[in-house]
């Protein structure tokens, strides 16, 4: 028979079970481990090269013409948009050959461009000769022959690095995408409508056909707006903060305030003219 | 025979009233009613065929309502120097993998028969423990006990379960997975076993391969004692074993206590194995239960485990989480249905999966 003491203990045997569910451990998030919860090898070595083309090339030799919302072909080669415009990006001028084909620079048409190859156009530099060096072509030949890497090693924080358009520029009118370039790659399953969000003048929210990480792209997201923007001022918010910020493949929250914690919302204020941009 | 009813209707006096409890071959039971494992099993390190008491409190006290005659009792002794006994498990399995289409499936867990043979009794026995399903008959226990001093030493050789913290029913613990020393994997040696007063001690020197045949000259020594009180229990666990392939060392601590109609109890080992990739590993497991018999014939079995698979990796642990409702009808019969859940790293699908289960167990 089950008498009040019975009971009374009984509660406490849970209570005391309950305490030692408390001391007793968790399941591992499997950061860092294979399938078989086994450390994953290495990171391979750091590869600088990208940096090294951004210095001695591009920036050297390039953002005369190929920087701001008039670059030709569209291609901006300053610091923070040239891998975004470059890596598995179609070539304007000849839309069959990517811009940069990770693995093969022969069918990369950066590289045909810099030997002077490309059926289209002249060759780059445009003001050459001179133009690129040996030794600087095969940095960029040897570059893309590695997978085209985007940084040395990843990065333990995830920030904007660049915009298309930028910050406090004015976009030709007809703009329908909108590019965040990220300094790492972004965890995929966390880009969306919450994450980004677009809004005019007014602070209404403006419509947006799509919110995308792009294939082979995974530091960049597209937002696609339904109809083309109309001459105005816009923001454009990245959100590091809420109940799902934004996050990199490696789990770290966007440092969106840029005080080097996560958390915290970038925002990107841009206008839209209704002539040319400039 | 009248002596023997008179035996039997005595026993089943004490199981009645000394013992006012539900009674199985789990070690809940043993810490619930305040026994040893010998006590109710006639392997002293518990598991296994049931003794005269075992079997008489199985049919008083474990199920809800007993059926048949007083003389109908069964002891499991059907000659004067021979005992038997059984267990079966029949099994209807769901399993659920994430990214994987979930399976269901009967399955006959277990078919075992037990044959002592008490040649001289309560001093001499020789012991079969032989499972006859799932796949071929397979010889699990066969082993001569000898009890030098009449039950408080003995020494036991042979094929035998090792002993190492609790025995478990369920050879998926942690715990059992991690010491490797369950009731699937006997091994051969010799053990010598003290049981006096409150103290339970087995130490036991073996070829430390399972079963299979030796390879090598190293042995493994398991040792375990635990003292056992009317309401709560202590006990510590100890394994070394000497391998070509690396030395195994292995430590315990397990207890157990009793809060009312709820029993609990608790199970944390280590284990340091060089035998195991190039530099070895360091394992932990723990188990917590808790057992709240609800009523005669019913207990709810909450269950919480915990894996280290090695302790030099982060984020690697593993849980298992379960919850166990078992019903005892009439004497023999017990009707089990629950849910594991198990909690591992995501890129394992398997690590993550969802088990049911309902299962029929019958046991004599």
Redesign the interface.
Known sequence: M?TP??????W???L??SS??AL????????????????LPPAPPPNNDFQEIQDTIFTARCVGCHSGANAPQGLRLDPGNSYALLVNVASAEVPGLLRVSPGNPNASYLVQKIEGTAAVGVRMPADGPPYLSLDRIDLVRRWISAGAPIASAPSDTLVVASTIPAAAETAAAGLGKLTVVFNTNVDSSLVNANTFALRDAADQPVALAAVRVPTARQNVVELITVLPLSAGSYQLSVHGDGPAPLASEAGHVLDGDADGKPGGDTFIPFDVNAGAAR | MMRLKKFIRLTSAVALFAFAGAAQAEPYLAAQMGLKCVQCHVNPTGGGMRTVFGNAFAQTQMAAKRIGSEEDLWTGQVMKFLSVGGNARANYSFTDVPNQSSTNDFAVEEARAYLDFGVIPNRLSVYIDQRFAPGNSTNLEANIRYWISENSVYVKAGRMYQPFGYRLEDDNAFVRQLSGINMQAPDEGVEIGFEKGSWSTQVALSNGTSGAPEIDDGKQIVARTEYVGSAWRLGVSAVSNDTDAGDRFGAGLFGGFRLGTVTLLGEIDYIDDDSIGAEGRKLMASLVEADWKMRQGHNLKLTYEWLEPDDDVDEDEQTRTSFVYEWSPIQFIQLRGGVRLYDGIPQNDLQNRTQAFLQLHGFF
């Open positions: 089950t003491l019975d009971k009374l203990l009984a406490k045997g849970f005391v079970f030692m569910l007793a451990g968790c399941a591992g998030d499997g950061a860092g481990l294979d399938a078989n919860g086994r450390p």
